[in-house]
């Protein structure tokens, strides 16, 4: 996104990040996905295919959920966070993303 919208890199700056994940059958594969920056961050699960294949369920929510400010927003956006739901498919050179319940 960075690259078709200048200066959006400030905003989707990634601080933290962690992952609990398995490598088998050709495939790495997380159940728990979590990218928290500033602004904005990402909980996911999914997998990544040795073929170079993404396959990730990726929820987009504002701030992050250790802040008061952070706990407080995303209690108030809860209801509506699965607007914020992407299918994450393709490659890591050419991702596709796609709403999920839209």
Known sequence: MTKYVPGVDFILEQTDARADFSVRDGKVSSDEILVEGGIITLSGSGDYYFNRNLDFKVKVRLLKKKTVLGKI????????????EFKLKG????????????
């Open 73 to 84: 927003v995303q209690f108030v956006t809860d209801p509506i966070s699965e607007l914020f």
């Open 91 to 102: 490659t890591l050179a050419e991702p596709d993303w796609s709403i999920l319940h839209l």
